[in-house]
């Protein structure tokens, strides 16, 4: 299947534009006016391995010609100390630089290039009756999110290394950690659910950054809003009697619970405020 999307043409010839930009400012910055503290090239050779390079980092190869020339200015000066005279010798300096005389922007090769823009080929074993041209697309572009979660079992969760030899245990750890992997997923639906429908963001999510707003937390981060709370048991000398103190929580985390449709009394079932319970 191939098809083309205009949005990620557009996209696309924007970013080369502003490559060619770029490399029009650095071809520029290799050969500058002579003056204090500015470096001349003085080898042909140097400026035309230099100009290829800034064309292959800015990726517009082909796309961007430049013309150069050379500027040789002689003086002449006398040999030896002191004031020169018409008898005294003299010596002749010559001094050589290279500069770029003009940049131009390849019209043809251009307009080659963007019309390949925002086409894609896709290849899948589906048939047309299952999948329509534009389901195919759509399936597609949502394949980060089965990424995501494949990419949460080999490194978050993680599933590798295996401690384990008995084909049954590897069996049993990766359906435990497949189910870890789907709870994260739907952690985040739900919340991400509740913020889109209520056309709302919420801050203190982004620990780099707690007045950055978002409405897509990811469930990472939303566990790791929980991770500064804190269970303190503290027992008798007997051993019988328990008191346990839990760590208040935030707005942030009451919020969190309660677009999981969760209630805050879980939280507190695990403390107990009278000795005598």
Known sequence: MVG???RHAERQAAGLDKRLAHAETKLAALTPTRGRGKRQITAAATLVVAMDTVRKEQRVEGLLRSAWAQQLERHTRSVGRGRGSVTRAQQVHETIRYHITRMARQAGP???????????????????????????????????????IVNRRKSRVPIAPLFVTRDDHIEGLTSLLTLGGRAL????????????????????LHPENRAKMTDTPTAERLLKAFSHVSLTIVKTAAGADILRR????????????????????????????????
């Not at 997923?185 to 203190?204: E, Y």
């Not at 707005?251 to 805050?264: I, M, S, Y």
């Open 4 to 6: 083309r999307s205009p």
């Open 110 to 148: 251009m307009a080659a290039r963007k019309d390949r823009f925002g086409w894609q080929a896709l290849v899948t074993n589906a048939t047309q009756e299952r999948w329509s041209l534009g389901d195919a697309v759509w399936c597609y572009r949502h394949a980060y999110r089965v990424e995501r």
């Open 185 to 204: 997923t739907v952690l985040a639906f739900v919340l991400r659910h509740s913020l889109q429908n209520d056309q709302a963001q919420r801050p203190g």
């Open 246 to 277: 839990l760590t208040p929580l935030s707005t942030v985390q009451q919020e969190v619970l309660r677009r999981l449709g969760l209630e805050t009394s879980l939280y507190r079932q695990l403390e107990i405020h009278d000795m005598g319970n």
